[in-house]
């Protein structure tokens, strides 16, 4: 297992190769740098380790497997414009969706260098279902909680989740997915609260108060009560999956599932 230092020092040292491949002078005088996802990285070292890939490989696929997930992560800033839009507001988002390109293009070529196309066509059937997914929620026609949050389950985790199933580690897909969800599920939960919007609550509304223009108090406080549930659904499956991880995750884990003493009870309880 990776020591905790040795971790630290590769997902830097991944970061870095990242952002070098992501740096584009122009771009990023009118765009803001894009950010790279730690946990994802931490989450795929993990797994590969685990499945016994060797170190130079994992970097072979942990490197474009966050490029399309940046390339995805900017295409969905890029918001519907006003037709009186502000001719600078359309420029950077035609430079959004000009760097989401760049970014997809710089995997397929990554991997094509490397003649690895089977990992290429594993990451374009992940591409196609998080994308379908997301058309699903654009549509707003999904009718259940448990369906939408299994879309946005999806949308969050697809790429390491075929990384998984493709090496035969299904442990650390399914983990991966509850993780990535949880982490989705806290994020969109502190929108909430803090601003009184958020993508996934609207989603919420829209199928628990159908007929419903504008929430009452009492209804989002229910809104809340929905994703809490959710919330501890995900620590617990996090908590019950028989996984060694390192001391990173562990630590990650614990950050996610509310502090050190759900762990602790955890590692206890199987003691």
């Not at 940046?70 to 001719?87: F, K, M, P, R, Y």
């Not at 209804?219 to 908590?239: A, G, W």
């Amino acid at each position: 297992m990776i020591i905790l230092k040795n971790i630290i020092k590769k997902i830097a040292m991944l970061k870095e190769q990242i952002e070098r491949f992501l740096h584009h002078s122009y771009l990023f005088q009118h765009i803001s740098t894009r950010p790279i996802d730690e946990d994802r990285i931490l989450l795929s070292l993990s797994m590969l380790e685990d499945a016994h890939i060797s170190p130079e490989k994992a970097d072979h696929y942990i490197i474009p497997m966050m490029l399309v997930q940046i390339a995805l992560d900017t295409h969905d800033e890029v918001t519907n414009s006003a037709s009186g839009c502000e001719d600078d507001d359309l420029k950077t988002r035609q430079l959004v969706v000009l760097a989401g390109d760049l970014y997809s293009g710089l995997y397929y070529d990554y991997l094509a260098k490397r003649n690895e196309i089977s990992i290429i066509r594993l990451f374009a059937e992940a591409i196609k279902e998080i994308n379908e997914h997301k058309i699903r929620l654009y549509q707003k026609d999904i009718e259940r909680i448990e369906t939408l949050f299994d879309s946005v389950g999806t949308i969050e985790s697809a790429l390491i989740c075929k990384m998984g199933e493709y090496f035969s580690a299904p442990l650390w897909a399914s983990f991966s997915h509850d993780y990535l969800l949880l982490k989705r599920l806290n994020r969109e939960k502190e929108a909430f609260i803090h601003s009184g919007s958020s993508a996934l609550f609207e989603q919420m509304a829209n199928i628990v108060f159908p007929k419903t223009k504008a929430v009452t108090k009492e209804q989002k406080h229910y809104l809340l009560h929905i994703c809490n549930r959710y919330i501890d659904h995900c620590k617990e499956k996090l908590l019950k999956m028989k996984l060694d991880v390192n001391e990173m995750l562990q630590v990650r884990i614990s950050e996610l599932t509310g502090g050190f003493s759900a762990v602790a009870k955890k590692t206890v309880e199987e003691g």
